[in-house]
């Protein structure tokens, strides 16, 4: 039995020189992998801080983007409104150009047939009259001239 007793005593030294040899790189090992948590840790709070920054402007985009949905709707809809109003303006325009256009052959039929039966007097005592022109809007019988007289 006595060998056994040096046996376990022997196991008991190598044990403990064992465990003094290597303490430290187990003890080390904890440490580093502390040391490790931490900076896991210290990284995650700093993605949680770029994470909420980020919801933060991602929030502020989508604020953005409804605002700016919402006046192009206005601007869509303030168009459509002036392009109706153009049109409008366009054949209100086209209807007074008509107007000026009716009125412009009855003031021309009105001249024609002014000059006809002021030239056509004046023929009598002068043959030769043949033309009239308006010249400051009153009517000259000519015998020369752009506008024939037909008085007969």
Known sequence: MKIS????I???VVFVALFVIFKPVITGSVVGLE?????FEDA?????ASLAS???QNEECSINVEKAN???????????DL??????EKKEIREILEDVE????????????AAHSICCKQKIDNMNINYYEIEDNKIKCLEEGDNELNCW
């Open 10 to 12: 022997g196991f008991i």
């Open 35 to 39: 040391e490790e948590k931490q900076e």
């Open 44 to 48: 995650i709070s700093i993605l949680n």
């Open 54 to 56: 980020c919801d933060e």
């Open 5 to 8: 007793t040096y046996t376990t």
């Open 70 to 80: 919402a006046d192009l709707q206005i601007s869509e809809k303030k168009f459509q």
């Open 102 to 113: 009716e009125e412009c052959e009855d003031y021309e039929d009105v001249i024609e047939n």
């Open 83 to 88: 392009r109706v109003e153009c049109a409008n």
